[in-house]
């Protein structure tokens, strides 16, 4: 049972910075690319940021220089580092796999809320 637990979110101001995480069990994380995403309220699920199993890594362009996405492989765990955090980040956050859709497992997310 593939399981994900995101954590870290918040309330903080614009401007602010947050560090978030997300403990993947199962064999979801192995080698396959993770990513954040974020839904904010009335709109769809968005992919943020990506990281590959060569280390590249791939971000939307609104948050390109604010955010950075990074893996620890031996503790299975998926980080994202936002800075300079503007209202419009503000949405509940997951991870999962690279292009995940619907049909696969999601965890809750954590809400991240910036305030002007």
């Known amino acids: 049972q593939v399981q994900l637990v995101e954590s870290g979110g918040g309330l903080v101001q614009a401007g602010g910075s947050l560090r978030l995480s997300c403990a993947a069990s199962g064999s979801i994380f192995g080698i396959k690319p993770m990513s954040w995403y974020r839904q904010a309220p009335g709109k769809q699920r968005e992919l943020v940021a990506t990281v590959f199993s060569s280390g590249r890594t791939d971000y939307a362009d609104s948050v390109k220089g604010r955010f950075t996405i990074s893996r620890d492989w031996g503790k299975n765990t998926v980080f994202l580092q936002m800075n300079s955090l503007k209202p419009e980040d503000t949405a509940v956050y997951f991870c999962?796999?690279?292009?995940?859709?619907?049909?696969?497992?999601w965890g809750q997310g954590t809400q991240v809320t910036v305030s002007s």
């Open positions: 999962n796999v690279y292009r995940a859709t619907a049909y696969d497992s």
